[in-house]
C-alpha cells in the first residue's frame, strides 16, 4: 500500500454516504443533507454571468480580490465582530482548514463541544492535533466545569459552532461570554464558526457573536446558507491581521485562489437580504418539533435547520437503517457524536416532505 498514515485515520462521511443513497433512490424522502432548498436568487445569478460574460475568469489574488475583503470586514463590523482583516477562502471548509493549518502544531489540542460537525474532527487529526470533547447532552448547553476540564498545557483552540450542526442550538450570550472569560483567562484562541448565523428563529439570540467579545478569535463564515451558494464554494475568515496573513501565505499553496466568478457574485450577496427566503425555516422547525415531542425525546432547536431526537433503544445507527427501509434519509448521530443515541434530521426541505418525514417517523416508535 503507498497510503499516508494520515489518510488510514479518516473514515469515509456519513453525511455523504447517505446522501448518495438518497441520489440513487426515486421519490426519496431526504431530509439528510445540510443544504438550503431554495435556489440562489437571481440578482446574484445574475450577476455572476455578467462577470463570466466580461471575461474575469482569471486566478485572483489569494487572499481574494480586494474589494470584496474589504466589504467583509464592513460587513462584520457592522456586527460588532473584532476583526482587523479578512481572507475570502473556499468555503467555511477551507477557510476552517487553513485556520488550522496556520495555528495548529502536532500534538496540540482543539476543545470541541459534542455533538459536532464532523470535519473539525478529522482536519484536526489530519494535521496531527489532538480533538478533545466536552459533553454537552442532554440539553446541549456549554458548561463551565466541562470546558474548564479539558484545557491541559496542550490546549491551543477552543472551536465553536452557533447556531450548532447537527443539533440546532444556538448558544445564549451568557454561554459565549464564558468562553470568552475562559480563552482570554488561559490565553486561548477561538474559532467561532457562524455559517448558520442568520437561521435563528428564537428573539435575543440572533446579534450574539464571539467575535464581538474576545480579540483572539477567527469568525468563519460563508455564502452557503444564507444566500444558498453551497456550489460556489465561497467563504471567509476574519480576524487577527497576523494570522490572516498567514492564511493566505497558506493559501497560495493549498487553494492557489478561489473561484473569481463566485467573489464578484458575493458582492452583491453581502447587499441582498434573504430573511424572506429563512423566514419559511422558522415554520418548518415548528412543524418538525411539534410533530415529534409527544413521541420522542427532543430539544427544540433554536437556530439551523437540523433537529437532533433520541432514537427509540438510544440506537441511532439501527434506527437510521429502519427509516432507509421506509424510503426516509436522516443521518445518525454517531457520525457527529461519540455517542449512538441521537439522529440528525434536516429540515432544509419543502414542506411537503417535512410533513412526510413527520408521518414516516411518527408511525416508527
Same mark, same amino acid.
Given at each position: ?10 473514515r ?13 433512490? %426515486?421519490?426519496? +424522502?431526504? *431530509? ?10 437571481l440578482?446574484? $445569478? /445574475? =450577476? ?12 485572483t ?32 471548509t477551507?477557510?476552517i ?25 478529522y ?30 498545557? %496542550?490546549?491551543? +483552540?477552543? *472551536? ?6 447537527p ?5 445564549? $450570550? /451568557? =454561554? ?12 486561548l ?57 498567514y ?29 424572506g427566503?429563512?423566514?419559511?425555516? %422558522?415554520?418548518?422547525?415548528? *412543524? ?11 430539544v ?27 424510503n426516509?434519509?436522516i443521518?445518525p ?15 432544509a426541505?419543502?414542506?411537503?416532505n ?12
Open positions: 500500500m503507498f497510503l499516508s498514515e494520515r489518510v488510514t485515520k479518516v469515509p462521511s456519513g453525511v455523504r454516504k447517505i446522501f448518495d443513497l438518497a441520489a440513487k433512490v %426515486k421519490n426519496p +424522502v431526504n *431530509l439528510s443533507i445540510g443544504e438550503p432548498d431554495f435556489d440562489i436568487p440578482d446574484i $445569478k /445574475e =450577476e455572476g454571468i455578467k462577470w463570466i460574460r466580461a471575461g474575469f475568469n482569471k486566478y489574488p489569494s487572499g481574494g480580490i480586494l474589494e470584496l475583503r474589504e466589504k467583509v470586514l464592513h460587513y462584520l463590523k457592522g456586527k460588532g465582530i473584532i476583526c482587523d482583516d479578512a481572507i475570502i477562502t473556499a468555503g467555511a477551507g477557510g482548514l487553513l485556520a488550522f493549518m496556520v495555528t495548529l502544531n502536532p500534538g496540540e489540542e482543539v476543545i470541541i463541544p459534542d455533538p459536532y460537525f464532523v470535519l473539525y474532527e482536519q484536526v487529526l489530519l494535521l496531527g492535533g489532538k480533538p478533545v470533547f466536552i459533553d454537552t447532552y442532554p440539553d446541549f448547553t456549554l458548561r463551565e466545569e466541562a470546558l474548564r476540564k479539558a484545557i491541559t498545557k %496542550k490546549t491551543k +483552540v477552543i *472551536l465553536i459552532n452557533s447556531p450548532n450542526n443539533t440546532g442550538t444556538v448558544y445564549s $450570550k /451568557e =454561554e459565549l461570554e464564558m468562553v470568552s472569560r475562559v480563552a482570554q483567562e488561559k490565553n484562541l477561538v474559532f467561532s464558526d457562524d455559517i448558520y448565523d442568520k437561521f435563528i428563529f428564537e428573539e435575543g439570540l440572533s446579534n450574539n457573536y464571539l467575535g464581538q467579545l474576545y480579540d483572539k478569535t477567527l469568525t468563519i463564515g460563508g455564502f452557503s446558507k444564507t444566500w444558498g451558494m453551497t456550489g460556489w464554494r465561497l467563504g471567509f475568515v476574519a480576524g487577527p491581521k497576523e494570522i490572516i496573513q492564511m493566505v501565505t497558506m493559501q497560495q499553496y493549498v487553494f492557489s485562489s478561489i473561484n473569481s466568478i463566485a467573489q464578484k457574485a458575493g458582492l452583491v450577496a453581502l447587499d441582498y437580504n434573504t430573511d427566503l429563512i423566514e419559511g425555516y %422558522k415554520r418548518k422547525r415548528d *412543524l418538525i418539533y411539534e410533530g415529534l415531542r409527544d413521541k420522542y425525546e427532543v427544540k432547536p433554536k437556530g439551523a435547520y437540523y433537529i437532533f431526537p433520541k432514537a427509540p433503544g438510544s440506537d441511532g445507527d439501527a434506527f437510521v437503517e429502519k427509516a432507509l427501509s421506509k426516509l434519509f443521518i448521530g454517531s457520525v457527529f457524536s461519540s455517542r449512538k443515541s441521537h439522529v440528525r434530521i434536516s429540515f426541505a419543502s414542506e411537503e417535512v410533513l412526510k418525514g413527520i408521518e414516516i417517523l411518527r408511525s416508527m416508535v
